[in-house]
């Protein structure tokens, strides 16, 4: 029996963590300490040390820490914030949550990051902040973002969402602009066994005011400084973060291992555009999203040969329902649009095997030399 190669395997990480999480959980729930504490603080001070700033805020998801890096930096109702039209609608959706408007640029065509020439034309006196978004899990140009930043007066903020232990040239994703957010969704390469998320600054100031805001306003009980919400990380996903963020390194180089085994059996099979790495960026792989014609029909047959493939993702964001009401038309932006009509998603995570991807490869090469049904 042919075997099925799934998307993603999270089991696999799990097997390895689950004899050291499981006795601190129990310690946990017999001393019922779940909010905060110890553990909490550890996850912060040792994810601090290793992407490099000084600040790490755990939180309860990926947005929350966008929206609280948002109001953190001063971004505010009516303010604009430009971002890539390609990415995840949480970069949008935590900037109208706060009254914002998403202001969405272009990517480049051979990494599909944010074009800084179209961020250069995006700005304008309404503009409170730049978000790159360190897509499939490398980092986005921050150095060529600089400048523009610094002519306007506006901070970066890093959406580091897909990219725990990625970097340039410059530093670690999280550690590039003036305050970042990430998110530990399970699949993330950093994921904990629920949501969570986290904030990262080099700044006091902004640190703090994440730190309040994300406990009521509050930084002692029952005292609020500023009407915040309730966006706080537990202890028990801090403890699997702990355990997790020790098998990182060696999870995203089983990554990288994976991408360049892809890039031999892929290279080889007509049809199939590759991903790209930038010039002096270490990728950890997120996603391996390779691109090819007749998308939808080669997904729907790598899927009926049990293969687990998916989109990321197939509508820009300026073109998706929900933000409709900012006018933005089909052919504004040509790369990312062109981009979602090919990209493919292709299993990828740290305990892929060979034989897995070889049966990847083979599935797809059948997918591509067929033609479609009526033709």
């Known amino acids: 029996m042919t075997e099925n190669v799934p998307f993603i395997d999270l089991s696999a990480q799990q097997a390895e963590i689950i004899d050291e999480v499981l006795p601190r959980w129990r310690d946990q729930f017999r001393a019922a300490a779940f909010m905060g504490g110890p553990e909490v603080s ?11 700033v000084g600040h790490v805020i755990g939180v309860s998801n990926g947005t929350d820490a966008l929206e609280l890096a948002y109001r953190a930096a001063g971004v ?3 303010d604009e914030v430009v971002m ?8 949008a959706e ?7 408007v998403p202001v969405f640029v272009d990517v480049d065509d051979e990494h599909l990051l944010i074009d800084p020439d ?12 730049i978000v790159p978004v360190h897509l499939f899990g490398q980092t986005a140009p921050v150095e060529a973002l600089r400048p523009i930043a610094e002519r306007h007066g506006i901070p970066i903020i890093e959406d580091a969402a897909q990219s725990q232990g990625a970097a340039s040239a410059a530093g670690r994703a999280g550690a590039l602009g003036r305050i970042a957010a990430t998110s530990f969704y399970p699949g993330k390469n950093l994921g904990a066994a ?10 006091d100031e902004l640190a703090r005011i994440v730190r309040d805001t994300a406990a009521h306003g509050s930084a002692v009980k029952y005292v609020h400084h500023r009407v915040g919400f309730n966006a706080r990380l537990d202890a028990v996903q801090a403890t699997v973060l702990r355990a997790k963020l020790r098998r990182l390194d060696a999870w995203n180089a089983a990554r990288r291992e994976a991408a360049a085994f892809y890039g031999e059996l892929l290279g ?11 010039p002096g960026n270490e990728d950890v792989w997120h996603l391996y999203v390779v691109r090819v014609d007749e998308r939808d029909r080669v997904l729907a047959e790598l899927t009926a040969d049990g293969i687990g493939a998916g989109i990321h993702y197939p509508t820009p964001v300026h073109l998706s329902e929900a933000y409709a009401s900012l006018g933005y038309r089909r052919g504004q932006f040509p790369v990312a649009e062109a981009a979602a009509d090919r990209i493919l998603s292709l299993p990828m995570f740290p305990h892929l095997r060979e034989e897995q991807q070889e049966r990847v490869a083979a599935s797809l090469a059948r997918a591509l030399v067929r033609q479609p049904v009526g033709v």
């Open 42 to 52: 550890a996850f912060e001070e040792e994810y601090a040390r290793y992407i490099g």
């Open 76 to 78: 505010g109702p009516g």
């Open 84 to 91: 890539p039209a390609n990415t995840f609608i949480a970069t």
């Open 94 to 100: 935590a900037a109208s949550r706060i009254g914002a």
């Open 118 to 129: 179209a961020v250069a034309a995006g700005v304008t006196e309404r503009t409170r902040a």
């Open 194 to 203: 629920g949501d969570a998320g986290a904030v990262m600054t080099d700044d």
């Open 268 to 278: 080889r099979i007509e049809g199939v555009r590759l991903p790209a790495v930038r």
